[in-house]
């Protein structure tokens, strides 16, 4: 991959055949730090609250899980009047998942999940912040 002038000081990134790259990640994506756990958790935070006039906007889950089965589903506002995201995931011993979503939750709510059943497991997701 390289770079190549495309006028005005502007690069613009192209295979070796010349072909414009184009990503398909909004700018400024962030990466929560995973959570590595060893039993189920309850309303647990992966993103903390952006503050005042702004929001999250999660883009892609990951998730893995152990040798027991169980579910997992993600919310807004873990310690107040949570919003559920998406479906309920249940997942089978040693399963995975990595799907992109895209959830806009309200202003400076936090994000995060809840797992039943679970033993050994990690949660991460992407995500970007943005003013309202």
């Not at 184009?22 to 952006?50: F, G, K, Y």
Request: with cysteine; aromatic share 8%.
């Amino acid at each position: 991959m390289a770079t190549k002038p495309v006028g005005n000081g502007l690069r613009a990134r192209v295979n070796s055949n010349e072909d414009l790259l184009v990503s398909t990640r909004p700018p400024n994506t962030l990466n929560a730090a995973p959570h590595n756990e060893i039993e189920a958790q309850a309303d647990h935070a992966l993103v903390a609250a952006p503050g005042a006039g702004k929001r999250l906007i999660i883009t892609r889950l990951q998730f893995s899980n152990g040798a027991t089965p169980g579910t997992i589903l993600f919310e807004a506002a873990t310690a107040g009047a949570k919003t559920q995201y998406g479906p309920t995931w249940y997942m089978a011993a040693n399963d995975k998942g990595n799907p992109e979503v895209y959830y806009v939750l309200g202003e400076n709510l936090n994000f995060g999940f809840t797992s039943a059943t679970m033993t050994t497991h990690s949660v991460s997701c992407e995500y970007h912040i943005e003013p309202l």
